[in-house]
C-alpha cells in the first residue's frame, strides 16, 4: 500500500508545473543574422545575459552575418527543433526577403514558431544640413521642382531603407536618384559629408548625428512620433497609411516543443518589462511594446507583415531575383 501512494506521490510530482519547468537543462543557443558589435547583437547579449540570470543555464549569442540575413535564417531554421536553438530575428529575415528573393532556402511562414516580441526600430528620413529643405513638404517641393536632382542614400533598392525611399517617392509622386550603399554607415557618411543630400536610416544608426546636427530630421516612418524626436512628424501625417517600422522578434525551429516556447516567452516577457531594460533598448533605438506578448500575438503580428510588405513590395515595383 505505501509503495502504490509513493509510486501516486511521484507521479503527481512530475505531472506539477514545477516538474514540467525544468527546461532548460543545458546551454541554450540564440542565432544572430547581424555581426558583433551591431545593434542586434548588443541587444542580444543584454537579454542572453538577462535570461541566463533567470534560468541558471547560459544563453549563447551565436552569430551568423551574411547575405541578407539568409545565412543566419537558415542556420536556425534548420537546427533541430529540441528547444535549445533559437533565432534573433527582424524584418528582413522573416517578411521583406519573401518578396525580393525569387527562392529561399528556408521559408519565412513555416519554418519558425513565434516566440515573443523585443520591439520595433523606426526608420528617419534626414538630410545635410546645408541642402535647403527642413521638411518633408519642402522636400517634395524640391524633388518635383528639381527632378532627379536629390540624391538618397540608402542600402539598396531592397532593403528596408531602399524600399522606403521609393515609397517616400511613389507616394510623393516625384522622382530622386536612389544611390545604394553596402553599409549603413557610408551612406550616413556621405550624407553628413554632402555627396548626397538624403538618407533612410534606421534612428539607431543616426540618433548620434541628428542630436548633434549633423543630420537634420525631415520625418519617420512609424506609426507614431518617436521618443528624443518628438517634434518630428510621421511619414503617416503627410501620406495617410504610411506606417512601417523593422522590428526584432524571437523565434524558434518549427516543431520546437511547446514547454520551450512557453517558457523562453515567459522569460523573454519579464526582461521586456524591466525598466532598465526597456531604457538600454531606447539607448539602442529600440522601442519596447511593454513586455514580449504572446506567441500567437507575435504569429498574428507576422501575417499581419506579410501582407503590408506584399503590397509595398507590389507598390514599388520590386523585382525579386
Keep these: 500500500m505505501l509503495k502504490i501512494v509513493l509510486t501516486s506521490l511521484l507521479l503527481a510530482l512530475a505531472a506539477s508545473p514545477a516538474a514540467a519547468q525544468s527546461w532548460p537543462t543545458k546551454p541554450v543557443r540564440l542565432v544572430l543574422s547581424q555581426p558583433p558589435g551591431s545593434s542586434p547583437d548588443i541587444v542580444a547579449r543584454l537579454i542572453a545575459d538577462r535570461l541566463s540570470q533567470q534560468w541558471g543555464k547560459s544563453v549563447v549569442v551565436e552569430n551568423r552575418p551574411g547575405g541578407q540575413n539568409v545565412v543566419g535564417a537558415l ?15 527582424t524584418t528582413a529575415a522573416l517578411v521583406i526577403n519573401a518578396y525580393t528573393f525569387k ?23 534626414a538630410a545635410n544640413p546645408a541642402f535647403p529643405v527642413k521638411s518633408i513638404g519642402e522636400l517634395i517641393d524640391y524633388a518635383k521642382a528639381n527632378p532627379d536632382k536629390i540624391s538618397l542614400a540608402t542600402e539598396g533598392p531592397k532593403s528596408f531603407s531602399g524600399m522606403m525611399a521609393e515609397m517616400l517617392a511613389s507616394s510623393a509622386g516625384v522622382k530622386m536618384v536612389s544611390v545604394p550603399y553596402s553599409g549603413v554607415q557610408p551612406g550616413i557618411l556621405d550624407t553628413i559629408a554632402g555627396r548626397t543630400q538624403v538618407t533612410v536610416q534606421a534612428v539607431a544608426a543616426t540618433m548620434a ?17 518617436v521618443p528624443g524626436l518628438d517634434q518630428v512628424p510621421t511619414l503617416g501625417e503627410t501620406f495617410p497609411g504610411f506606417q512601417y517600422s523593422g522590428w526584432h522578434a524571437v523565434v524558434a525551429p518549427h516543431g520546437t516543443p511547446a514547454d520551450a516556447v ?11 518589462k524591466d525598466p532598465d531594460m526597456v531604457k538600454r533598448l531606447f539607448d539602442l533605438g529600440i522601442i519596447a511594446d511593454g513586455g514580449a506578448g504572446t506567441p500567437a500575438q507575435l504569429g498574428e503580428f507576422l501575417k499581419a507583415e506579410h501582407l503590408r510588405w506584399a503590397k509595398l513590395a507590389k507598390d514599388v515595383g520590386v523585382v525579386p531575383e
Design 75 to 89: 542556420a536556425a531554421a534548420k537546427a533541430p527543433a529540441d528547444g535549445y536553438t533559437f533565432y534573433y530575428a
Design 103 to 125: 527562392a529561399l532556402p528556408y521559408d519565412p511562414r513555416k519554418d519558425f514558431e513565434p516566440i515573443g516580441m523585443i520591439g520595433h526600430s523606426p526608420f528617419v528620413v
Design 209 to 225: 548625428h541628428l542630436q548633434r546636427g549633423a543630420l537634420r530630421p525631415l520625418a519617420v516612418t512609424s506609426a507614431k512620433r
Design 262 to 272: 512557453q517558457r523562453f516567452n515567459a522569460g523573454l516577457d519579464a526582461v521586456m
